[in-house]
């Protein structure tokens, strides 16, 4: 019984900080504020731990808290679901992380849409902005939007 408990134990703490420990994960840690206006309107702030994705409530949609899964973690020139408009800029990369978000119900005004994942595109060269693209539990993509990171 003694080795099942700190079995146990080891599992439990080994997987409470997988997240921090992971160097890509702590790019996207911290406090994002929206640099534009529908990411200011919609989420104000998004709080990211290493455990947690929170945003507060803003003018009449509600606040969230909940658990998150990195799904993918990759890097390109490009991100999925970017605006078409937006040309790939010569030497800059994007690192690009994919959350899978808690079972917590989060959702906004849009009918029948059911946020499920954020995705971060963090520009090479600039690690204080990020562009966020929300995609429905099928995976598609619905909008793109702009964070800072805030201090």
Not at 1 to 24: E, F, G, Q
Not at 92 to 111: A, D, M, Q, W, Y
Request: hydrophobic content about 40%; proline content about 7%.
């Amino acid at each position: 019984m003694r080795a099942l408990s700190v079995c146990v134990v080891t599992l439990l703490l080994t997987s409470s900080t997988a997240i921090a420990a992971d160097p890509s994960a702590q790019k996207l840690l911290g406090v994002w504020a929206g640099s534009g206006g529908a990411s200011e309107a919609i989420y104000r702030t998004l709080t990211i731990t290493d455990k947690h994705i929170s945003w507060p409530r803003t003018n009449n949609l509600p606040a969230c808290k909940t658990t998150y899964e990195i799904v993918s973690t990759t890097s390109g020139e490009t991100f999925p679901g970017q605006f078409p408009m937006r040309k790939p800029v010569e030497g800059r990369t994007f690192f690009i992380s994919k959350l899978k978000l808690g079972p917590e119900v989060c959702n906004f005004f849009i009918p029948k849409f059911r946020l499920r994942f954020l995705q971060f595109a963090i520009p090479s060269g600039s690690p204080e902005s990020a562009y966020v693209v929300e995609y429905d539990e099928a995976d598609k993509p619905h909008s793109e939007l702009s964070f800072i990171r805030s201090h």
